[in-house]
T-cell receptor, first 110, second 116 residues
Framework: TQLLEQSPQFLSIQEGENLTVYCNSSSVFSSLQWYRQEPGEGPVLLVTVVTGGEVKKLKRLTFQFGDARKDSSLHITAAQPGDTGLYLCAGARNDYKLSFGAGTTVTVRA | DSGVTQTPKHLITATGQRVTLRCSPRSGDLSVYWYQQSLDQGLQFLIQYYNGEERAKGNILERFSAQQFPDLHSELNLSSLELGDSALYFC???????????????FGNGTRLTVT
């Protein structure tokens, strides 16, 4: 059983469309990180959110941390083929151990 | 380029064998983490070393062991290999002993292990 549940597992959209990926847990996290992993490479950190209700924007990507610090979402506006990849959320609890979700595979078709 | 180097990139071996995976962390990072990634299990934390000492243990099998050397590089030893051990093995490093908001993980590109 994953501590962090990501949904959907797979997402395939057309270029220019919007998408949202969810990361949910029953545990409270001191911080939550989002990573993107491309085939043949390791995960790369996109953002870290720390405060409940926090919203961070990275160009066309918007990250939100839930008020109770148990969940997070990643929204991509006007997706491009370069956004294709495996998106992973990872939560750090008070013991500072990082737990990863199973990931959402996003495919953006040109 | 994350600055984390893993070798070899690919490894094919037979059941029952033993292999060693190597990781060099980013310059200045004291912590090394090992993760296993498979299609059905996702990214699973195995073990963490900080400045040469074991810091945290995750879902690491008794057949697996790791160490971090004085120059901070790390090795993951996998023995009595089984078909189910086939996976991507990632090493990550961070400056401190905690993987928190001020000490995120930097991953290498992994070693793909295939056990036949």
């Amino acid at each position: 059983t994953q501590l962090l549940e990501q949904s959907p597992q797979f997402l395939s959209i057309q270029e220019g469309e919007n998408l949202t990926v969810y990361c949910n847990s029953s545990s409270v996290f001191s911080s939550l990180q989002w990573y993107r992993q491309e085939p043949g490479e390791g995960p790369v950190l996109l953002v870290t959110v720390v405060t409940g209700g926090e919203v961070k924007k990275l160009k066309r990507l918007t990250f939100q941390f839930g008020d109770a610090r148990k969940d997070s979402s990643l929204h991509i506006t006007a997706a491009q083929p370069g956004d294709t990849g495996l998106y992973l959320c990872a939560g750090a609890r008070n013991d500072y151990k990082l737990s990863f979700g199973a990931g959402t595979t996003v495919t953006v078709r040109a | 380029d994350s600055g984390v180097t893993q070798t070899p990139k690919h490894l094919i071996t037979a059941t029952g064998q033993r292999v060693t995976l190597r990781c060099s962390p980013r310059s200045g990072d004291l912590s090394v983490y090992w993760y296993q990634q498979s299609l059905d299990q996702g990214l699973q934390f195995l073990i963490q070393y900080y400045n040469g000492e074991e810091r945290a243990k995750g879902n690491i099998l008794e057949r697996f062991s790791a160490q971090q050397f004085p120059d901070l590089h790390s090795e993951l030893n996998l023995s009595s290999l089984e078909l189910g051990d086939s996976a991507l093995y990632f090493c990550a490093s961070s400056p401190s002993g905690f993987s928190s908001y001020n000490s995120p993980l930097h991953f290498g590109n992994g070693t793909r292990l295939t056990v036949t």
